[in-house]
């Protein structure tokens, strides 16, 4: 079983920057893929980026290519999003995710979070 907690929401002017953490429990983080989601009201849950188990292969929506980027640290069993020149469209609650395999070709999630909300002024 595998915990996740995200943190790091909250509310930014439009082009402005967030750093997303999530903090996962378990001594099995670096067997996971993990990814983040997110979803808006009305809407449904999307996904936005993924990293493999190394840190070495990430993956992206077109949406948020070069402006979010995706890292993760096994040392400290955390996984983040930085997300930069952020648009009123990005807000919604974000969602951390452990994926069942540890490649960048995994599609199973495994383990989700709580979710963390971003809003986003114009």
């Known amino acids: 079983q595998v915990q996740l907690v995200e943190s790091g929401g909250g509310l930014v002017q439009s082009e402005g920057s967030l750093r997303l953490s999530c903090a996962a429990s378990?001594?099995?983080?670096?067997?996971?893929?993990m990814g983040w989601f997110r979803q808006a009201p009305g809407k449904e849950r999307e996904f936005v980026a993924k990293v493999n188990w190394s840190g070495g292969s990430t993956e992206y929506a077109d949406a948020v290519k070069g402006r979010f980027s995706i890292s993760r640290d096994n040392a400290k069993n955390t996984v983040y999003l930085q997300m930069n020149s952020l648009k009123p469209e990005d807000a919604a609650v974000y969602y951390c995710?452990?994926?069942?395999?540890?490649?960048?070709?995994?599609?199973?999630?495994?383990?989700w979070g709580q979710g963390t909300q971003v809003t986003v002024s114009s």
């Open positions: 378990g001594r099995t983080f670096s067997t996971y893929a």
């Open positions: 995710a452990a994926y069942r395999r540890s490649t960048i070709y995994s599609s199973q999630v495994a383990y």
